[in-house]
């Protein structure tokens, strides 16, 4: 048994192989001279940030993007040396780790900028960055039309290395491309006035996984691939462009199992009951686990290779799941037992839940349910 389950019998599993798969897709997609930043945010979008960030730079990435500088610091602690960049700007107390850890932040004030530059210089460092650009999205960076006043301000610091210059798309993924088009062009505008008044943009870079598929010209000199490394398609339009394998599935053992009789209900509420005869399996997977309660009686799980609904409200940290006694499939082979596995989300044989699956029943997107679900359960990698 492997040791991470040994306490409790429900696990997130990643396979690194699918991770690997999805990497070499997106290479074949930006070709050679175009440089890739796995973004391992959010604990890798709850995949395991370690594991995913040493599989990424092994297969070629030039840069790992992260969210917050403990994120940061956890890849180093773990004897991670590849570039490491904040796709944000942290507050000023956090300057004297990312120097000494040498995390690279993206920086949209002047003040940071010169602090930043300041503490590095006391400790005898180079002050690296990114410069953001808002093109748009209108969450972080310098407004596109007023770079040149921020590099004025900040160009004096003989620390400050501006390594590179990025925007973010808000709507790379949407079906409408006017919006896309417009931070597209204003990116540009941008580019070409720094490079007009002689400040070097160092790697540009604007594509997150919908722009890179959907928009080579985004490819400039580096890309920023995220959901996509995980085997998520960003959006349908994504789907014909490329093949790409789901690195997560979401497994458990069955805790306990009885026959119901019709009328008798299951879990807070009862607002479920028997129909007839059927067999009520319980798993130790809940909303504290990622498997959001709204979720309830609206998901199948897989069970030897056959989808059975969920039923009953979810509760904190199990819920149940029925198989029909009067099935025929049921009466010839299935006599569930406490020990035997079930697979919450992924797939076996023909039968698959994929996170684009739970995330149309939830009502949001790949991401937000792919980040819940290891915060409670141990990552095991395949
Ligand atoms: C999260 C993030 C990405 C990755 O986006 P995906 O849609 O997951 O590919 C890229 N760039 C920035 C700035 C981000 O914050």
């Keep these: 048994?492997?040791?991470?389950?040994?306490?409790?019998?429900?696990?997130?599993?990643?396979?690194?192989?699918?991770?690997?798969?999805?990497?070499?897709?997106?290479?074949?997609?930006?070709?050679?001279?175009?440089?890739?930043?796995?973004?391992?945010?959010?604990?890798?979008?709850?995949?395991?940030?370690?594991?995913?960030?040493?599989?990424?730079?092994?297969?070629?990435?030039?840069?790992?993007?992260?969210?917050?500088?403990?994120?940061?610091?956890?890849?180093?602690?773990?004897?991670?040396?590849?570039?490491?960049?904040?796709?944000?700007?942290?507050?000023?107390?956090?300057?004297?780790?990312?120097?000494?850890?040498?995390?690279?932040?993206?920086?949209?004030?002047?003040?940071?900028?010169?602090?930043?530059?300041?503490?590095?210089?006391?400790?005898?460092?180079?002050?690296?960055?990114?410069?953001?650009?808002?093109?748009?999205?209108?969450?972080?960076?310098?407004?596109?039309?007023?770079?040149?006043?921020?590099?004025?301000?900040?160009?004096?610091?003989?620390?400050?290395?501006?390594?590179?210059?990025?925007?973010?798309?808000?709507?790379?993924?949407?079906?409408?491309?006017?919006?896309?088009?417009r931070q597209y062009s204003n990116f540009c505008e941008a580019i070409d006035?720094?490079?007009?008044?002689?400040?070097d943009p160092g790697i540009?870079?604007?594509?997150?996984s919908a722009a890179l598929f959907r928009y080579p010209e985004t490819h400039f000199d580096m890309v920023r691939l995220g959901i996509s490394l995980y085997g998520c398609y960003p959006c349908k339009e994504v789907e014909p462009l490329v093949d790409l394998k789901q690195a997560m599935s979401v497994k458990a053992k069955i805790t306990d199992e009885r026959i119901l009789g019709v009328g008798e209900g299951v879990s807070y509420e009862m607002n479920y009951r028997a129909r007839g005869a059927v067999k009520i399996c319980t798993i130790p997977v809940g909303y504290a686990d990622g498997l959001r309660r709204a979720f309830s009686s609206k998901i199948d799980f897989i069970y030897k290779g056959i989808k059975f609904p969920q039923v009953g409200n979810i509760c904190m940290d199990q819920c149940m799941f029925e198989i029909d006694m009067n099935s025929a499939y049921a009466q010839e082979n299935l006599d569930a037992q406490i020990g035997e596995e079930v697979i919450v989300m992924g797939s076996q044989g023909e039968a698959c839940v994929s996170l684009e699956d739970l995330a149309a029943i939830a009502g949001t997107n790949t991401y937000e349910i792919a980040c819940g679900f290891s915060r409670r359960m141990p990552i095991v990698y395949a």
């Excluded at 006035?193 to 400040?199: E, I, L, T, V, W």
């Design 204 to 208: 540009v870079h604007c594509a997150n």
């Design 1 to 181: 048994m492997n040791d991470k389950t040994k306490n409790r019998w429900s696990w997130v599993e990643v396979d690194l192989a699918a991770i690997r798969h999805n990497i070499n897709a997106a290479k074949q997609a930006i070709g050679r001279n175009t440089r890739l930043l796995a973004v391992v945010k959010a604990n890798a979008y709850g995949h395991g940030a370690v594991e995913v960030a040493k599989t990424a730079v092994k297969c070629g990435a030039a840069y790992l993007g992260i969210a917050t500088v403990n994120e940061g610091i956890e890849l180093r602690e773990a004897g991670i040396d590849q570039n490491i960049l904040l796709l944000s700007q942290p507050p000023e107390t956090a300057i004297p780790d990312l120097v000494n850890f040498n995390i690279m932040p993206s920086i949209y004030t002047p003040e940071f900028a010169i602090q930043y530059a300041e503490y590095a210089d006391k400790k005898q460092k180079k002050a690296p960055y990114h410069l953001v650009i808002n093109t748009g999205m209108n969450r972080i960076g310098v407004r596109y039309n007023e770079v040149l006043d921020f590099l004025k301000q900040t160009s004096f610091h003989r620390s400050l290395e501006r390594m590179g210059t990025f925007t973010h798309f808000a709507t790379a993924d949407c079906e409408e491309t006017l919006d896309f088009k």
């Design 193 to 199: 006035a720094m490079r007009a008044s002689n400040f």
